[in-house]
């Protein structure tokens, strides 16, 4: 039988260490990218990624936008661009689940950038959708090798979206109060 420690050190949403460490990148300058970069750490540890994104989404304009990246060469946090339509859309916007793709061909059918998905020794993606007050706020987008992402690895990406929505949610909060400061608010 297993102790509350062990089972919390297996579980990060369990664990106060973890939240500790979130709750410490929350109080660094650097807002979002030190809280985002601290999200990162925890599902790279869990569940494994080559590429790691987050995205705002804002419904009224049907854009989202990239707030962190880890491949800021080739996916900048500057701009927006279209949410991805279709099944993709349906799936993680509409029914709030995950869109999980575990060959390039199933990527490309949804990602038009699914050659440098590619060139960049991915296969495989899991775009996790994060909610608060029942609309989905953005996504954690993870890809990594082909076959990478098995039920239990979506299941614990899933699980780590209470560290998600706290990046996130620091990010509006960084934007709006640089609103503030700028007088554009």
Not at 168 to 182: F, M, W
């Amino acid at each position: 039988m297993s102790t509350t420690a062990e089972r919390n050190a297996a579980d990060p949403v369990l664990d106060p260490k973890a939240w500790d460490a979130l709750i410490a990148a929350l109080g660094e300058q650097d807002q979002p990218t030190a809280t985002l970069a601290k999200v990162e750490e925890l599902y790279q540890r869990e569940v494994g990624a080559i590429i790691f994104t987050v995205m705002s989404a804002d419904f009224d304009t049907g854009m989202s936008r990239r707030l962190y990246s880890n491949h800021p060469q080739e996916y900048p946090t500057s701009g927006y661009k279209q949410s991805a339509a279709g099944k993709w859309n349906d799936l993680v916007f509409g029914e709030k689940k995950p869109y999980v793709a575990n060959t390039i061909e199933e990527i490309a059918t949804v990602f038009h950038d699914h050659e440098l998905i590619q060139s960049l020794g991915c296969g495989s993606c899991i775009n996790v959708p994060v909610v608060f007050e029942g609309s989905v706020l953005g996504t954690i987008n993870i890809l990594d090798k082909a076959g990478a992402y098995t039920p239990e690895k979506v299941e614990r990406a899933m699980a780590l979206r209470p560290f998600a929505a706290i990046g996130i949610l620091a990010a509006t909060v960084t934007e709006q109060a640089s609103k503030i400061r700028d007088g554009k608010a």
